[in-house]
């Protein structure tokens, strides 16, 4: 999920910004006869940190779910652009916005992050184009 806004990373000796928030359910973990009581809820990473987590969990057997959003029903909501994921768990869409020659990639590693950023980016070329005419017209 993604953190709040001044939240910096859990990693030890780390101040940059995190941008995903691993949320760990309650160990049922016994056999090291260590108390998981105390364990933290939550593991805040930046973009550097983030993907050495979350391939440790993967090949240690955990499943890693995105809280913010389905990738097909994103890809659903914005036909012009191609979704996909990189081997490294890193989400990337791309897309040619108002028949423009050069297209606009965009990445993020949460659904939600990419869908706010693709909206933006629409947006922001409608009201481009919009003015397009205006301009060429001086």
Known sequence: MPTDDNTTCDTRGCCSVAR??????????????VDHSKDPPTF????????PVRDAALRNGHQ?????????Q?????????VFYSDAGRLYASARLNGSVQGTTLDAYL??????????AESQASA?????PAITER
């Open 20 to 33: 995903v928030r691993l949320v760990i359910p309650p160990s049922r973990f016994e056999a090291d006869g």
């Open 44 to 51: 805040d990473a930046c973009e550097w940190h983030y993907p």
């Open 64 to 72: 890693v779910v995105d809280a913010t959003g389905e990738v097909g």
């Open 74 to 82: 994103l890809a659903a909501d914005f036909p012009a652009w191609t």
């Open 111 to 120: 659904v939600g992050q990419l869908r706010e950023q693709m909206e933006a």
């Open 128 to 132: 481009i184009w919009a003015c397009a």
